[in-house]
């Protein structure tokens, strides 16, 4: 007999398997030795009272052991497809990554183009930023081996579950390495210090099953006849030289910072339109400073995790939220071309840093770009570029960030200091206000206000704001038939992941890629 029973326990008790079983037992009426064995389900921090509690849901075995578990792998059938059809995968993100993994199950080749480098030959390229200010537009935090997901943290929590099956991504995740914890956590997390070696080896299970990565590669072109995707250009970064790869599906899954393809799109007068996103900053605070005020305490006990927070707040019709919380974090440069200042955000797998870092950002639309209006459906593009032109001003060059601590950006006052930061590359004062457009300067002052006394510390001049937070999501959509998720103009293009704008996330990126691998398979047979 199996009972799906919910515990809410002490965070010490809750580490301690011999208390959930006796918690069990004296839930369920029953004698100890009945109980076979408690499976956790699902797992999640209860922060809404003074008392922290968490909260697991557990499938109770009584009088019978639970089956053996069939190994993860066993459910992913890869087969060796060297002599089958390419198609042609554009990037090595979560998206590129699950299509092409999903294209051999389904017996089609994978020839992925990346532009950037693999996991190892990249780490370089992100010191160099860190330590010198030099960027490699080809070789950064967004381009590479993984995409910017690789180092930018791992969060695997996404509210995507209408859109396929999200255990199934979470299962191959853990069948190429990462910790089964992902499987129950309410918010699941890989950590930055793990996913590149994660990254490495699904990438070798695609080369091993007869699939092809092609790293230091930029798609340049396709050609398209009779409104059909015929072959793809690629052309090598540091050569220069290029090659076409006959192929009848082109995968579009190259980011939300990929703005070449936009161009190339737009450049062949193929339907793309500007798409609201969200800007902001990268708000930091010392990590004491978020669990004193989430876990009701001075000091975090060693069974609960560095707190995280989620905010949100409306100022005129525009919202103000907290977003990529990470807590125990790291404040990191993700600009991928010269004369932009981008900052992004990620923590390790232990989260224990002494600093926690979130996006605070603003929705932005239409009425935002109408000075780019020329700029056609680009224009979001446009206006998202001239945003991190200023932020690279204000920081003055060489990848350092303008700065301002949160209670002087408040009270309209540059900063005559700045507090220790995470940010490697290090900060520059600066008033964040001559950064951002005026109005959303003024809804972030107003929502940092609320959200001081809806939280309590959290406005302080301890905390520092970071700019510019620009790459949220893509500002373009690529748009796509519903059904087939082809492009209306194109058959066999198929946009997808988050720079077409149809995922916000490694969970739904990869959902998504998958989606469009399925789509190639069902229209070839």
Known sequence: MIHRHELVLLPEEAADEQVQLQQCARDLNLEPQRIKAVIIARRSIDARSRQVKIRLLADVYVDESPPEQEPFPDRFHYRNVSDKKPVVVAGSGPAGLFAA?????????????????????RRRDLAAINKEGILHPDSNYCFGEGGAGTYSDGKLYTRSTKRGDVQRILQS?????????????????????????????????????????????????????????????????????????????LI????????DIFQLLHDKKLLIEAKPFALGVRIEHPQEVIDAAQYHCDTRSAFLPPASYSLAHEVDGRGVYSFCMCPGGIIAPAATGPHEMVVNGWSPSKRNNPFANSGMVMSVGEKDFTAYQKEGPLAALRFQQAIEARAYDAGGGRMKAPAQRMLDFINRKKSPDLPRTSYVPGVTPALIEEILPSHLSTALREALKAFGKKMKGYATNEAVLVAVESRTSSPVRIPREKESLQHPQVAGLFPCGEGAGYAGGIISAAIDGERCAEQIAAEEN
Do not use: M, Y
């Open 252 to 259: 579009l899954a190259t980011g939300h910072s990929a703005r």
């Open 101 to 121: 993994l999903r294209l051999i199950e389904l017996g089609f080749r994978p020839v992925v183009i990346e532009r950037g480098k693999n996991v190892q030959e």
């Open 173 to 249: 995740l853990v069948a190429h390495g990462a910790d089964p914890d992902i499987l129950v956590d309410a918010h699941p997390h890989i950590g930055t210090n793990k996913l590149p070696k994660l990254v490495a080896q699904l990438s070798r299970t695609i080369t091993d099953n007869g699939g092809e990565i092609l790293f230091h590669h930029r798609l340049v072109d396709f050609s398209v006849r009779e409104n059909k995707i015929r072959s793809v250009k690629i052309r090598h970064v540091e050569s220069g030289t290029e090659k076409e790869i006959d192929t009848g599906h």
